[in-house]
């Protein structure tokens, strides 16, 4: 009888890490690259690019 529950937690908690794993961890590095490379080209746009300045 106290097995059905116990397994439902572990289908619950094997979804739940799957949607972590598959869904949420890739967003987040997407989001992560994405801000951190507009956060660079923004500067650049308004600094210049790297270098010595001439």
Known sequence: MHDEPLAATKRQELKAFL???VVLAPVLA???VSGWGFL???VQLFAGPPG???
């Open 30 to 32: 997407v989001l992560l």
């Open 19 to 21: 949607g972590l794993a």
């Open 52 to 54: 010595p300045s001439h």
């Open 40 to 42: 660079v080209w923004m």
